[in-house]
């Protein structure tokens, strides 16, 4: 089955402890990206990557780290994280190829709470 | 810049009524434009999209028309039914940009009652 895995599902950790959020497709897209959602401000673009070892800041990166050492894995890193990044955070990806007119799959979700 | 901006919520239907999202959006060109749909606990589905100027989208029942005079992209559904209830999004892609970046608007909420 054609899908997005995001792990974990739900996640509670302690300001400061580094953690990572798994992402991994099997539909060989090369697009991938991460969304947070938050109640009143929808989704919003942390990091996309556009191919293998090709990385870009979305319009929310502080906080954030990613990395795309495979075409399949698009890992999101909180290094330290606070109290401001509890969220619901969604991993995308995408044919690049498609010119644009395709939409994206998504990840289940991971909920963080940061306490 | 791009920009979606859609109908705060939350709606609160009757089984059977007829259900109307409002959805403009602000763009360059000319952007694809989606309706993407959260059932709770879940992540996002794409609903429909329209890829350019008075394409149709359709699935489930649930239509929007891409209206470039009006820059608009609502979405509607003629009898929605309890297992309606969800989240919609409104979004576009833009053509030909360098981040193929999804833009949503903020959500709407739809509580449909028996």
């Known amino acids: 089955e054609a899908q997005v895995t995001q792990n974990p599902r739900y996640l509670i950790t302690v300001t400061g402890k580094k953690l990572t959020v798994t992402c991994s497709q099997n539909m060989n897209h090369e697009y991938m990206s991460w969304y947070r959602q938050d109640p009143g401000l929808g989704l919003r673009q942390i990091y996309y990557s556009m191919n293998v070892e090709v990385t870009d800041k979305g319009d929310v990166p502080e906080g954030y780290k990613v990395s795309r050492k495979e075409k399949r894995n698009f890992p999101l890193i909180l290094e330290s994280p606070s109290p401001n990044q509890t969220s619901l955070y969604f991993c995308?990806?995408?044919?690049?190829?498609?010119?644009?007119?395709?939409?994206?799959?998504f990840g289940s979700g991971t909920r963080l709470t940061v306490v | 810049g791009n920009s979606v901006t859609q109908m705060e919520g939350p709606v609160t239907l009757s089984e059977e009524a007829f259900l109307t999202i409002n959805c403009t959006y602000t763009a360059t060109g000319y952007p694809s434009l989606f309706w993407y749909v959260q059932y709770p606990g879940e992540g996002l589905q794409l609903l429909l999209k329209a890829t350019k100027a008075d394409d149709k989208g359709s699935n489930k029942g649930f239509e929007a028309t891409y209206r470039k005079e009006t820059t608009s992209f609502h979405l509607e559904k003629g009898s929605v039914q309890v297992s309606d209830s969800a989240v919609y999004f409104c979004?576009?892609?833009?053509?030909?940009?360098?981040?193929?970046?999804?833009?949503f608007g903020t959500g709407t909420l739809l509580a449909v009652q028996p």
């Open positions: 995308a990806s995408s044919f690049t190829h498609s010119t644009g007119r395709g939409g994206y799959t």
């Open positions: 979004a576009l892609r833009a053509v030909g940009g360098a981040t193929n970046k999804l833009i």
